[in-house]
């Protein structure tokens, strides 16, 4: 004997839900209200810049005491909880970008797709400021644990590749090693963004290519940093940059490392990516 199940459709928006038996409407699941894990931004003249969800979580912040070049800056260790999740550029912000945006391009090394270097804390600010009037959206600088988090990716180690580095994972100088790592190349400038395999959230060039300047005043501690959601002290003389850069060696590209600096100062070695809040 055959057995007989009712089968109902019904429409809930532009969307259709198939209902078991016995099944109500009300029962059926609702549309997914989960943010999109990629955001794409509209500069301007078809440039764009793509984003990634970074997810909330917890991490240990700075490095152990036994980190080969530790700088004490980077401790006391502690767990820090990312309560919200954000947008973060899948990329340092290009020439490109910062052009559509700023209406100039004011990088040492020039190249569409280069990481806009000669950037100024406070121009890195300006840019955030006046994307955001653009988009209507909340673009921001990383605070400096949503930088290291972002970073880390689940990895605990001095980088996001390992123990160690090399040059065919990040741009920096390769006169110098880390660890049981080996020399390798010096480029002596800037590359294009992506250019070497991303971390396990799919950001690109955590490590080296240019500083990126954060949000956060710096401290010469963790001392009193806050250990949920830190966005660093009220007030400070300099704010901070993470990643290390092409001119020096990888001991400056670790995940802990951290660097202080001008709101003023521009260079070819410092650059920026972008957040953008939740709506």
Request: one cysteine or more.
């Amino acid at each position: 004997m055959t057995k007989t199940v009712a089968i109902a459709a019904v429409v809930i928006g532009s969307a259709w839900w198939v209902l078991g038996a016995g099944a109500t409407e009300a029962e059926a699941a609702p549309p997914s209200t989960q943010p999109a894990k990629q955001l794409t931004l509209d500069l301007a003249d078809n440039v764009s810049m793509k984003l990634v969800l970074i997810p909330a979580g917890k991490f240990m912040m700075g490095s152990p005491d036994g980190e080969t070049d530790r700088q004490s800056d980077e401790g006391p260790r502690r767990e820090v909880t990312i309560s919200v999740p954000f947008y973060m550029g899948v990329c340092e912000v290009t020439q490109q970008q910062y052009q559509a945006v700023m209406g100039k391009n004011p990088s040492r090394f020039q190249g569409p797709q280069n990481p806009a270097d000669h950037v100024s804390w406070k121009e890195a600010v300006e840019f955030c400021e006046k994307l955001s009037r653009k988009t209507g959206k909340t673009v921001r600088l990383p605070t400096e644990a949503q930088w290291e988090y972002a970073c880390r990716a689940n990895t605990t180690t001095p980088f996001h590749t390992g123990q160690t580095i090399s040059t065919e994972q990040a741009n920096y100088d390769g006169n110098y090693v880390y660890g049981n790592g080996r020399k390798g190349t010096f480029r002596r400038t800037t590359l294009a963004v992506g250019s070497f395999n991303p971390n396990g959230f799919g950001l690109y060039d955590m490590h080296g290519n240019v500083w990126e300047w954060c949000s956060d005043w710096y401290a010469d501690s963790y001392k009193h940093a806050k250990d949920r959601d830190p966005t660093g002290p009220t007030w400070g003389r300099y704010r901070v940059l993470r990643g290390g850069y092409w001119h020096e060696g990888p001991i400056y590209c670790r995940s802990a490392n951290r660097f202080a600096l001008s709101t003023e100062c521009r260079g070819s070695f410092y650059g920026f990516r972008v957040c953008v809040d939740l709506e």
